[in-house]
């Protein structure tokens, strides 16, 4: 436990008015961002990030931590409402949601979803603020053998873990780390991939990158489908209070609760998998352990409330690996990632030992921005039916405004607004063509530290592979990332005498 | 844009190619037996790998399938069916802002664009022409005002 000195530090840092002005205004767009379908949590943190770079450390964190989770909760209000999910990390219950508001108990089920989502993120902050430090003290022993290891393992995560086709995944994620050796090599400083650009000397800029993969290729899918779309479904609000009965839904199911966020945390823990992979898994052992897994998809409560406290609990899950090595949960913490280097808060283990007291501001931001989660949430639930008729004809140029603004700002030139069109057309060109693109910015945010850990490691030991393998650690994790290499591989060639399967659409 | 898996993974072929044949060209030093290049050709051998299964599951694929399998090149269906406009209208504004603001400024190649994007959008015209003000107005009161970014002021340098 840290001294009594570093935390009420860490309290003076957070309770200034800048910091919880900040982490309501972010969440309130956060709220919006989620509950509007087709832009998603990471589109609302990517939109915020450009504003953030003017700001302090703290309420620069605030923003995201805010924003990104009540975009987590947000999503599941049009589900219920137009079962339509607000991000993917609602989709694994929308039926379910959905149907519950059809037989008139909408209530029930956002009420649900919001007491649970606050329950899970705070499960998911509770490991958080176990787990970080430990791993921080373990990890100070790391060398680059054992850090090369955890990236490779990260990295590897992100193709075979977190995607339905681990080659698509595999090139997206080539795609991310060949982008970032743009610029000067880190070792002898020669040019690399430049065409005498100057623009290029510095690398490719990665808040803009971003921008483009995220939000400008998401409003071009956008105003490609406007055309010719149906008249909004009819939205069937049910009035009264939102929490009635939600205590009872909770006292029949604390399993499911603790189920779900476990799961959730330890799904966000892995890199490339966040909140929507966690509802999807969590919703998946919720059926299989339930006792009436029929009832799943008929609007039935369960499978709900493990999901959604899955997908909130994977946010704090996600910023373990994140803060603790500098390898990034899922896309949002590749954000968090580069806002931290850009604040100079290189994240690793020795951000626990000299600046204690902003770590542990991070851990209290968790905490307030997930209990504002209920009011908040509450006036989004309320104010849902006037916000939903906001139409997508109008939304998404004002998107594109904020993109294209935002990517400026980054470089103080079009510059940015050209890495931001050259990635919004990639992604937009990948994802139709079923290849996610949640892999290439994994790869941009980690390439670096990849690299430079290879290199440094590649230089000490001579060439020689096998002293990659001679520290403890570094040989289990090394192994760790070999077996999963074998048995992924394994698998896919037995998959072969099969037929194949359609490649599914991720959206991130 | 639809593409064949055998397309896509002939365009990673290429892509790994040519990233080995740049890397090929980066200066080497006397006595540093790993240098700039190590890791790139590494990735551009990944990329030609992923390419050629691509190429080889996609085209074992077709075999089994007899004639099922689609076209190796296609539109995105809601392309197809009329949304080109409207993502021309999207490239063209942000091509716009940046070949044009550098000389006009942000605010007229803002009001303009969004503008013509809103219409695009059947929109009507009089809050097509509400709606590109003020999200233009807010965009500059925001980045500019309150977050100091030099936003290209373009002719109107001096008036604003």
Request: proline fraction near 7%; hydrophobic fraction near 55%.
């Amino acid at each position: 436990m840290p001294g009594l000195d570093i935390l009420s530090q860490a309290f003076l840092l957070v309770m200034s008015p800048e910091v919880l002005l900040t982490a309501l205004l972010a969440g309130a767009f956060g709220m919006f961002v989620g509950a509007m379908p087709g832009l998603t949590a990471t589109m609302a943190t990517a939109l915020l990030v450009p504003l953030t770079f003017f700001m302090d450390p703290i309420p620069a964190l605030a923003a995201i931590v805010s924003a990104s989770s009540m975009a987590i909760f947000a999503g599941d209000i049009p589900g219920a409402l137009l079962r339509i999910p607000g991000t993917p990390a609602s989709a694994a219950y929308v039926e379910d949601s959905y149907r519950l508001t059809m037989r008139g108990k909408m209530n029930e089920a956002l009420g649900t979803n919001l007491i649970v989502s606050c329950i899970g993120g705070l499960i998911g902050i509770a490991v958080l603020v176990v787990a970080a430090p430990m791993l921080a003290e373990f990890a100070l022993r790391f060398t680059s053998y054992e850090y090369f290891w955890l990236a490779t393992l990260g990295l590897s995560c992100a193709i075979f873990v977190a995607s339905s086709d681990p080659l698509k995944a595999a090139v997206a994620l080539l795609l991310g780390l060949t982008l970032a050796t743009v610029g000067l090599d880190p070792t002898t400083g020669v040019p690399r991939f430049t065409f005498g650009m100057t623009d290029l000397l510095a690398g490719i800029e990665f808040i803009p990158a971003m921008i483009g993969l995220f939000a400008l290729a998401e409003v071009m899918r956008g105003v490609i489908r406007l055309h010719g779309r149906a008249a909004p479904t009819e939205m069937r609000v049910t009035p009264g209070p939102l929490f009635k009965g939600v205590g009872g839904i909770i006292r029949r199911h604390p399993t499911n609760v603790m189920r779900g966020s476990l799961m959730g945390v330890l799904i966000g823990a892995l890199p490339g998998a966040g909140a929507d992979i966690a509802a999807w898994m969590s919703y998946a052992v919720s059926k299989k352990f339930s006792k009436t897994p029929e009832k799943y998809g008929t609007g039935h409560v369960e499978g709900l409330v493990d999901a959604s406290a899955g997908n909130n609990a994977a946010i704090g899950g996600s910023w373990i690996p994140a803060l603790v090595f500098g390898i990034p949960g899922d896309s949002v913490t590749a954000i968090v990632i580069g806002v931290l280097y850009m604040k100079g808060m290189n994240p690793g283990p020795t951000v626990f030992l000299q600046n204690p007291q902003l770590i542990y501001a991070v851990f209290m931001i968790f905490v307030l921005t997930t209990l504002m989660m209920v009011p908040l949430g509450w006036g989004a639930v309320k104010v849902a039916k006037q916000t939903l008729r906001v139409p997508s004809r109008v939304l998404l140029p004002i998107v594109m405004s904020l993109c294209i603004v935002g990517a400026f700002a980054m470089t103080n030139s079009v510059f940015g607004i050209v890495i931001m069109l050259g990635m919004g057309i990639t992604g937009w060109i990948l994802e139709e063509n079923g290849v996610p693109v949640a892999p290439i910015i994994l790869g941009l945010v980690l390439g670096p530290m990849f690299e430079r850990m290879f290199m440094t490691s590649m230089i000490k030991s001579n060439g020689d592979l096998l002293a990659f393998f001679e520290r403890p650690i570094a040989a289990t994790l090394g192994v760790c990332v070999l077996l999963l290499w074998a048995v992924s591989i394994y698998k896919a060639v037995r998959q072969r005498r099969k037929p194949a399967t359609p490649p599914v659409n991720q959206t991130h | 844009m639809k593409l064949s898996d055998a397309l896509l993974g002939g365009f990673f072929v290429l892509l790994g190619i040519a990233v080995l044949w740049l890397a090929s060209q980066f200066p080497s030093f006397q006595g540093q037996p790993y240098g700039a290049a190590l890791l790139p050709s590494i990735l551009a051998v990944g990329f030609i790998l992923c390419g050629a299964i691509m190429m080889l599951r996609e085209l074992r694929l077709r075999r089994s399938a007899a004639g099922g399998a689609g076209p190796a090149f296609a539109l995105v269906p809601d392309l197809r069916e009329g949304g080109a406009p409207a993502l021309f209208a999207v490239l063209g504004n942000i091509l716009a802002q940046i070949w044009l603001s550098p000389m006009l400024g942000f605010l007229p190649v803002s009001v303009i664009g969004l503008s013509v994007l809103f219409l695009v959008l059947r929109l009507s015209a009089i809050k097509a022409l509400l709606l590109a003000l003020a999200t233009t107005v807010v965009c500059w009161w925001l980045f500019v005002d309150l977050l100091r970014v030099p936003l290209p002021r373009g002719f109107l340098d001096g008036v604003l």
